[in-house]
């Protein structure tokens, strides 16, 4: 079964600080690969996704994130935080054959001014 | 609207009551999916409409939820003798097709708490 897993439930940056969230994935065929946001009480807002066109994608917000097959990995990076980059982020996979989204538990991010 | 309509926003129920959530995908968006987001966890899903079709509904945690789609549009998540563990926000997402590559735009959810 594919599993997605992100490293650290919450992550503290200060404004203006470089942004790094971590994102993992378990599959023997490399799936395809989203990261979105969601700010309280709202649903999710897609920021990128990887379909294997490029292995660095760039998203909306200024963040970007790069697939890494050797390592398995999605992390995602923004070289400059905001404070409306305070939310909570998700990294999801789809198996290339299905269409249901398995998510990671999620990275809270805190922006300190 | 251009989105993923949600309805209602907040439910309360008292433990053993039936309840339905209502979703509207975007229009001619063919794939319809609904999630479960339990508090401080990612969301995991349900059950899966291509139309109208339910394609996969391995995701249901038990026999009292039920889905349906029947004109391949608007969608109702239906909880029968709701139970405290059902407590959760329930996103409904759509996509334009089939193709695992096009993204899922998710609704603003349905935040249920049973009492």
């Known amino acids: 079964a594919q599993s997605v897993t992100q490293l650290g439930s919450h992550v503290s940056v200060s404004e203006g600080a470089l942004v790094l969230l971590r994102c993992n994935y378990s599959s023997s065929v490399p799936p395809y690969l989203f990261w979105y946001v969601q700010y309280p009480n709202q649903g999710l807002q897609l920021l990128l996704k990887y379909t294997s066109a490029a292995t660095l994608v760039k998203g909306i917000n200024g963040f970007e994130a790069e697939f890494k097959k050797s390592e398995t990995s999605f992390h995602l990076t923004k070289p400059s935080a905001h404070m409306s980059d305070a939310a909570e982020y998700f990294c999801?996979?789809?198996?290339?054959?299905?269409?249901?989204?398995?998510f990671g538990g999620g990275t809270r991010v805190l922006v300190k001014p | 609207g251009a989105g993923v309509s949600q309805s209602p926003r907040y439910k309360v129920a008292k433990r053993g009551q039936d309840v339905a959530l209502r979703c509207d995908p975007i229009?001619?968006?063919?794939?319809l999916f609904w999630y479960q987001q339990a508090l401080g966890q990612g969301p995991e899903f349900l059950t899966y409409f291509q139309n109208e079709a339910q394609l996969d509904k391995s995701g249901l945690p038990s026999d009292r939820f039920f889905a349906e789609r029947p004109e391949g549009s608007v969608s109702t998540l239906k909880i029968q003798r709701t139970q405290q563990e059902d407590s959760a926000v329930y996103l409904c997402?759509?996509?334009?097709?089939?193709?695992?590559?096009?993204?899922?735009?998710f609704g603003d959810g349905t935040r249920l708490s049973i009492l």
């Open positions: 999801a996979a789809r198996r290339a054959a299905g269409n249901k989204l398995t």
């Open positions: 229009s001619g968006h063919v794939s």
């Open positions: 997402a759509s996509s334009l097709e089939q193709i695992s590559n096009q993204p899922q735009h």
